[in-house]
């Protein structure tokens, strides 16, 4: 039967080639637009490390002085170095990473000129605990963090751009002028956002090279993100005991369930300092876990999702419209749904082969949408926001888009078919 109604339909679409023009097209424009921003949207407010995001925890204290302070309100993002190395001493999680972003000089090993680069400097633990990939060497190890050790973990770019791609685990890096053994080479990886260190860009690339966080410090490498201070740091606010706040702190628990007992060890730390006369302001803590962090700084942008709102308010217009040009039609077309009903075609059979068209507007209609919805991603990726490059069709949006076009025809298709099932057939055949 649905190669029968298939046929009505191809023939109904013959004989009113400008009303089914108009239909996809109006199916294709809403498909397009609203698919073009659900696209942007899934990409930017996806789960960056789904497998253990209720696992991850970041954690904020309030070091603060009293002033300009205000009951309950929110700490500041990031911790002082001398809390992020006692709590990493302290070890009370399954792993834990204290880590800060950095700007370096990287001079490849020839003639070339050098060039300036995003760094991260952290502890050991920052690789397996997200899950970053290795494909050559390893990520350093605990002791080389005590030791201060001259060792990067690089990424598979600079890896390419400075040795030319290989296994360059045992090379020598230059960085900032001192030289650096690489000792691990990471794989493509491409967390979106980045996460561990919202401070900055959230939608860039991963920094290009890795190194201990102590090292960092004894070399005086630049460091990049906010800095909050309210005391005096004595010209160094990267000095252990400076009254600033510049560190990323993340802990893994071995599981979500775990997050009480290590808030209420964050809480007993911060009673601690403040006996101890580090700590001025009443206790007040956070431990979000990643979706947590991701939602409470608003990582998508507001226009997207205002672009979000706008695209599927356009889609409900564009189905308000087709439901206007098929009621149309239908009206047209009651003298021959009067004959067929005549013949003894059942109200069902009728309903049917209006839900078939409108079914095959709906496949047109995607299809059309698909281009339209991948042109409209390639003007996304032009946008100098960084997150534009990261829009793109995969296929289990492209699945969606057909899956989106043919119920959104479907649905605007059941209020015709129904007005289509209604019509008296003693009537239209009086009037002829």
């Known amino acids: 039967m649905f190669g029968y109604y298939l046929q009505l ?3 109904s679409f013959r004989n009113s080639k400008v009303l089914t023009a108009l239909m996809v097209l109006a199916i294709a424009l809403g498909i397009g637009a609203s698919m073009t921003t659900i696209t942007v949207f899934h990409v930017l407010s996806g789960d960056p490390i789904p497998d253990k995001s209720d696992r991850l925890f970041y954690v904020q204290l309030d070091a603060a002085s009293m002033h300009g302070y205000a009951s309950a309100e929110e700490p500041d993002r990031n911790i002082t170095r001398f809390d992020a190395e006692t709590l990493l001493r302290e070890a009370r999680g399954t792993r834990q ?7 370096v000089a990287v001079a490849p090993d020839d003639a070339r000129a050098p060039f300036f680069t995003d760094a991260r400097y952290t502890s050991a633990d920052f690789f397996p605990m ?50 650096f053994r690489v000792v691990g080479v990471l794989g493509p990886w491409m967390p979106t956002p980045r996460f ?32 909050n201070c309210w005391g005096d740091s004595a010209g160094d606010p990267n000095a252990l005991n400076a009254p600033c706040t510049w ?55 507001s226009d997207v999702r205002l672009q979000l709102w706008l695209a599927i308010g356009f889609l409900l217009v564009c189905l308000v419209n087709t439901v206007g040009l098929l009621l149309a039609k239908s009206l047209r077309r009651a003298t021959e749904i009067g004959v067929r009903r005549a013949l003894g075609a059942s109200r ?21 949408g698909l281009g339209l919805a991948l042109l409209g991603l390639w003007g996304v990726r032009q946008n100098p ?5 990261l829009a793109q069709l995969d296929m289990p949006m492209l699945l969606t888009t ?4 043919i119920v959104a025809s479907l649905l605007a298709g059941l209020l015709p078919a129904w007005r289509a099932m209604q019509v008296t057939p003693a009537i239209q055949l009086k009037s002829q």
Not at 97 to 103: D, I, V, W
Not at 385 to 389: C, E, H, K, V
């Open 9 to 11: 339909a191809l023939r």
């Open 97 to 103: 990473a204290m880590m800060s972003g950095g700007f």
């Open 130 to 179: 997200f899950d970053a990939p290795l494909v050559h060497g390893r990520a350093w190890t605990a002791e080389d963090d005590a030791s201060r050790a001259r060792v990067a973990v690089i990424s598979a770019e600079t890896n390419q751009k400075v040795f030319g791609g290989g296994d360059s685990t045992g090379k020598t890096l230059r960085v900032n002028g001192a030289d």
């Open 196 to 227: 561990w260190d919202l401070s900055l860009d959230r939608f860039n690339s991963i920094e290009s090279v890795f190194v201990p966080f102590s090292t960092a410090i004894e070399q005086k490498l630049s460091r990049m993100g906010s800095m």
């Open 247 to 301: 560190v990323q702190y993340w802990v893994e628990l071995a599981a979500p369930a775990d997050a009480a007992a290590y808030r209420d060890y964050l809480a007993s730390y911060s009673d601690q300092q403040r006996t101890a006369g580090r700590f001025e302001r009443p206790t007040n803590v956070r431990l979000r876990d990643v979706p947590a962090l991701l939602d409470h700084h608003q990582v998508v942008p």
């Open 348 to 368: 069902r059979a009728i309903f049917s082969q209006f839900l078939v068209e409108a079914g095959a507007i709906g496949v047109a209609g995607g299809v059309v």
């Open 385 to 389: 926001s960084s997150y534009a490059a």
């Open 402 to 405: 057909f899956a989106l076009s």
